[in-house]
């Protein structure tokens, strides 16, 4: 049913939210148990079943967190959107980071925003695409998206200030 | 780690390209999935077996439903068969010769001659042409007798039971030869058995 890369794919879906591998990994896992549980004659009804696991696999990550009651409920969702700036796709072409940059931007993004990053970026979907996964507008999703970047941009910053710190301390 | 700087998108391609499954954690995903569309194929063929006993279930419970149909059937035979008796209860034919040459040629022997036969003559019962014979006790009592012969329809089972004041059998003699018989309370049933013996030296009663 899912071939090798399909499967890491998943996990890195996963991993978009959850941050931890061990973590990404149980909820590939859970979200497979919970799709061969269904009858086979529904699973076979499913179309796009990589797209399907990929929202239990959201579903559960939410509802984990849920149950911690670790999740920041403040982010993109809570932006003011009545103000839109024009949003470029260009407009971080200009950002230059490494990897280790990379790493401690994730760390500091929330799930949601890495989430959004992640379908933005690695499985490069367009807005019409994120905005039909999410099942919201197109307008509400560029704006996520322009909120997305722009914090992308203030956060590089302070990654920038934590990297020279950690240099210095070396 | 890399440390070559890249514009965010391809830096975060190059970030998620690097985290992949273990191999034993690919194990046994692949392995949990194949196991279930084992099981699947396991339930299929379940499911197949299950819709089959279903269609056989199916069908023999619509073979008992014409079963008992035909079972609840039977009496209106012996009713049909009791009104004739009792149309016929005045009349005395006694053994008339054609009625001898039809035992004749269905190998039926005479009725014992202590047993008086009253009366005989063809009568058709739901349409199947039967020969009807009344034959008195020794002492007491009335025997009914209708001779079918020919092919059983259908419908008619073995069988007994009681109409008003006669007892009445329904039974197969031959392969084709059906008798359907009544008698009285008061008619000995050993009379009974010992004049359908003497008739039909092969009738297990």
């Known amino acids: ?170 | 780690m890399n440390n070559e700087k890249q514009a965010v998108k391809q830096a975060l391609k190059t970030f998620y390209a690097n985290k992949s499954l273990s191999g034993s954690q690919l194990q046994s995903l692949q392995q949990k999935l194949t196991s279930q569309f084992t099981k699947d194929d396991e339930n299929i063929t379940n499911d197949k077996k299950i819709s089959i006993i279903k269609c056989l279930g199916s069908i023999a419970a619509s073979f008992l439903i014409v079963w008992m149909l035909a079972y609840l059937h039977t009496p209106q035979l012996i009713s049909s068969a009791y009104a004739d008796i009792q149309k016929d209860k005045n009349l005395n034919t006694g053994l008339p010769l054609a009625i001898q040459q039809w035992l004749d040629e269905n190998k039926i022997t005479r009725v014992p001659s202590q047993y008086p036969v009253e009366m005989s003559k063809f009568c058709t019962l739901d349409q199947n042409l039967t020969m009807h014979m009344r034959i008195a006790g020794k002492q007491q009592g009335m025997l009914n007798v209708f001779f079918y012969h020919g092919e059983r329809p259908l419908f008619w089972f073995n069988g007994t039971g009681k109409l008003d004041d006669l007892n009445w059998r329904l039974l197969k003699v031959r392969e084709n030869l059906t008798l359907i018989v009544f008698y009285t309370h008061d008619m000995r049933e050993k009379s009974v058995l010992h004049i359908l013996n003497e008739m039909l030296p092969e009738i297990e009663v």
Do not use: C
């Open chain 1, 1 to 170: 049913m899912f071939n090798k890369d399909e499967l890491n794919q998943l996990y890195r879906y996963a991993l978009s939210l959850s941050k931890h591998e061990d973590g990404a990994y149980d909820l590939v896992q859970t979200a497979i148990e919970r799709l061969l549980r269904k009858p086979t004659a529904d699973v076979a009804l499913i179309e796009k079943p990589l797209a399907y696991l990929k929202v239990i696999i959201r579903n559960l990550y939410f509802d984990l967190e849920r149950h911690k009651k670790v999740l920041p409920m403040i982010s993109i969702e809570t932006d003011n959107l009545l103000y839109l700036e024009p949003v470029d796709d260009n407009s971080m072409e200009d950002v230059l980071i490494n990897q280790q940059e990379v790493q401690l931007l994730i760390g500091r993004l929330n799930a949601q925003e890495n989430e959004l990053l992640y379908l933005w970026a690695v499985e490069e979907h367009t807005v019409e695409e994120i905005a039909a996964i999410y099942e919201k507008p197109r307008g509400t999703m560029l704006s996520k998206l322009h909120r997305l970047k722009k914090r992308i941009r203030e956060q590089l910053q302070l990654v920038n200030i934590e990297v020279n710190v950690m240099s210095n301390k070396q």
